[in-house]
């Protein structure tokens, strides 16, 4: 029986992602780029996003960790040193927020470390709260893993299994396996952490998470792995990326390094890498078309715009120092809506752009302010084959998502 009355659907329901800056095992590990964002920038899009939640908050110690909850929307609790220590629990510091924060009803401790988290995970868990009456609700994984008592060394003890008959050992198939904590996220009443300091119990239920969505990262080894996990089974925002037919790429630090070469004579010359070439043409074969802009405050002569369009196959635009105004000329006339755009810049002045551009992304050298604003973040700096890094992460996610499409065709079909 729960412990409360029926859900209000005017309680406050906010998002609480607990970011201390003190990780052992991956220093800042929150904030580190993870397939083109921040770790914590994963959870928090989904968490914005599923707009279930009246307030969207991160609890930190760090001022660097703020600084990027803020700039994915958060807001923030900057938690007391009382619960900044490493032996501070996840529960110290939650009954903390919730004293400083007395309109909150329900809170969803969301795990920073889950970047698999996607907004149909977090709806489907609250609706068991708010129309099924349970207390708390918490993440599960299903594995099938056989586990065996532990020994120590020298004891002269013999291990037995723990959750199998060696004698009749199941196929995989023949077993569902055990239930298991993802860590993903937690949603619990105010009531049931105020007065029995419990994040799982009174009337509680499980929601279970697929295998392929549940990703957790302690250590640096599990840092690859998670990130071509996510690149396959990440949230990607509310946009669906097969939708993006027009590219815009600033030339000079994206497809160059920014640097202009004279030579005696006074003609201009600048450097392509041809691995962003590449990644032109592989845009090209997917149907996008490429724009390439140079600014108005660092014009290109008109001869080197000509020699570039012509060996790339773009049409060159100069911009001027709101691009956005230019470019949405250009995107009405192509009957498209940002939304069909993906945009690559490396400055101040592409902000507003990286801002409405349904897939956006800059070089792992452009300033913070650029990378705060875009969608994806480069490992490779301008010049130097930061175009086909985010070529190839525009083909995989309209690959991503036409085979979705084509599994829910599949799946309406047999249903």
């Not at 908050?57 to 220590?85: F, M, N, P, Q, Y």
């Not at 099924?132 to 060394?153: L, P, T």
């Not at 969505?213 to 690149?231: F, M, N």
Request: with cysteine; proline share 4%.
């Amino acid at each position: 029986m729960s412990l409360f009355s029926p859900r209000n659907k005017n309680h406050h329901k906010a998002a609480l992602i607990l970011a201390r800056g003190g990780s052992k095992g991956i220093p800042l590990k929150n904030v580190k780029t993870l397939a083109g964002i921040p770790l914590i920038g994963w959870v928090l899009r989904a968490a914005v996003d599923s707009e279930l939640f009246d307030s969207v908050w991160v609890s930190t110690d760090h001022d660097h960790i703020e600084k990027v909850a803020l700039s994915c929307g958060a807001r923030i609790h900057r938690r007391s040193a009382e619960v900044s220590k490493d032996s501070s629990t996840s529960l110290d510091t939650i009954q903390e927020f919730l004293r400083l924060n007395p309109e909150v009803d329900i809170v969803c401790n969301i795990q920073a470390t889950s970047p698999c988290l996607h907004p149909f995970h977090l709806k489907e868990a609250l609706q068991l709260i708010t129309e099924q009456g349970y207390d708390s609700v918490f993440a599960v994984v299903r594995r099938h893993h056989f586990r065996w008592q532990e020994v120590k060394n020298d004891s002269g003890e013999l291990t037995r299994p723990l959750n199998l008959d060696p004698h009749n050992r199941p196929r995989r198939q023949d077993w569902d396996g055990e239930l298991c904590e993802s860590g993903s996220f937690y949603f619990t009443q105010r009531e049931l952490i105020e007065e029995q300091g419990l994040l799982q119990g009174g009337k509680v239920a499980y929601y279970e998470v697929r295998p392929e969505y549940s990703v957790d990262i302690d250590v640096d080894i599990d840092w690859p792995v998670a990130e071509q996990r996510v690149l396959r089974y990440g949230y990607f925002g509310r946009v669906p990326p097969e939708v993006v037919k027009l590219m815009f790429c600033n030339i000079s630090g994206c497809l160059t390094e920014g640097r202009i070469f004279l030579s005696v004579s006074g003609e201009e010359m600048v450097s392509i890498n041809t691995r962003d070439t590449a990644g032109i043409r592989i845009l090209q074969k997917e149907g996008v078309e490429v724009m390439l802009l140079t600014s108005s405050l660092d014009p290109f002569e008109k001869a080197l715009s000509q020699k570039v369009s012509a060996r790339l196959g773009c049409e060159v635009l100069c911009v001027g120092e709101q691009p956005l105004d230019d470019l949405e000329t250009l995107v009405k006339e192509r009957k498209l809506s940002w939304k069909d755009v993906a945009f690559m810049g490396n400055d101040e002045i592409d902000v507003q752009c990286l801002n409405v551009a349904g897939l956006s992304a800059v070089p792992s050298d452009a300033p913070v302010l650029a990378k705060n604003a875009a969608k994806y973040i480069c490992t490779a700096p301008g010049g130097k084959g930061a175009m086909r890094e985010f070529a190839e992460h525009i083909r995989l996610q309209k690959r991503k998502a036409k085979s979705q499409l084509e599994q829910d065709r599949i799946d309406l079909t047999s249903s």
